[in-house]
């Protein structure tokens, strides 16, 4: 039973993870350029549902929506000043400028909020359920049901509209998107702010249970990066696969001492530094064998 609530743990985080990689992804094969300020958008979006919590006083499930449009806004924001300027520039440029972007959002959180580790605002009700003794959150349910609905309105955006139609048009080619008459420039920034307002709702998703502060951004930004480097540059099923591995070794590992007995002697081997440690060694070993990632795609070079 324990491996089962782990397994319910290492999803719900899993799922979290996975939208801010499916953001990071959307960017990088809409621009060919890496968004080094998409961890600082999922502190963001914490505060920002700290924000409207201290506000409105309401459940985090119903502070989603308004958070939503608010990151949309940064995300359109955050393509004309960090990526129009300097788009026909060598992509370092764009490195840097999206890096200045995310310091600018860290440094002003800092500012406003202070350094202190906050928490936002519970998507539902406190409790849980008891199924046999398996325990599930309230609050763990709700996250895994709000990330799977939002990946499946993304992936209904995509295939069943118009706009998503564009969207990936532009992802592929932009020259033959622009030459058959769709706004590429457009499409570009709507990519980046659909990316925000994932990064925004995972958040709001882990901000509860995890806290939010102004340097968190570093952390999420290098989980999106292994997790779409392992599962495959430029895949969005993989960035997805990625996201889960990482969450399920962060849950699995410290919690295998007690999963095997014959470990228990050895559990000051099993913290969460080790597993970070173990989990990168692995993540090395993985692309040795396979440096294209678990789903990668054929490289393409876009003039």
């Given amino acids: 039973m324990l491996s089962l609530q782990l397994l ?28 080094f300020a998409q961890g600082d958008l999922v502190m963001v979006g914490g505060f920002g549902a700290l924000a409207f919590g ?24 955050l393509a004309f000043v960090a990526y129009f300027p300097v788009r026909r520039r060598p992509p370092d440029t764009v490195f840097i400028t999206t890096i200045a972007a995310g310091i600018i959002m860290s440094n002003g959180a800092n500012a406003i909020f202070g350094p202190e ?14 199924i046999g003794g398996l325990v599930v959150s309230y609050q763990s349910a709700a996250v895994i049901i709000v990330a799977a609905a939002l ?6 955006l995509f295939t069943r509209t118009q706009i998503g139609r564009r969207l990936r048009a532009t992802a592929q080619d932009r020259d033959v998107a622009a030459s058959i008459g769709i706004p590429v420039n457009l499409m570009v920034a709507a990519t980046f702010a659909v990316g925000a307002a994932l990064a925004g709702a995972a958040g709001l998703l882990l901000s509860r ?35 889960l591995i990482i969450a399920a070794f962060e849950v699995a590992f410290p919690a295998l001492p007690a999963l095997i007995p014959a470990l228990a002697p050895y559990a000051e081997a099993f913290t969460q530094v080790w597993s970070t440690v173990v989990l990168y060694v692995l993540i090395l070993l993985i692309l040795w064998q396979r440096p294209q990632g678990l789903f990668g795609e054929a490289v393409r070079a876009r003039p």
Avoid at 11 to 25: H, R, S
Avoid at 117 to 130: E, F, K, N, Y
């Fill in 209 to 243: 249970n995890f806290f939010v502060s102004p340097t968190d951004g570093a952390n999420y930004m290098l989980k999106a990066y292994i997790a779409v480097t392992l599962g495959g540059w430029g895949s969005i099923p993989g960035a997805v696969i990625g996201a």
């Fill in 117 to 130: 580790p906050r928490a936002t605002p519970s998507l539902v009700s406190s409790g849980d359920w008891q």
């Fill in 8 to 35: 319910f743990n290492a999803i719900a985080l899993g799922a979290a993870y996975a939208l801010v990689a499916l953001g990071f992804v959307l960017i990088l094969n809409a621009t060919s350029a890496v968004n």
């Fill in 54 to 77: 201290s506000l409105l006083g309401l459940p985090g499930i119903v502070l989603l929506v308004p958070l939503l449009v608010v990151m949309i806004g940064i995300g359109f924001l």
């Fill in 151 to 156: 990946i499946v309105g993304l992936h209904l």
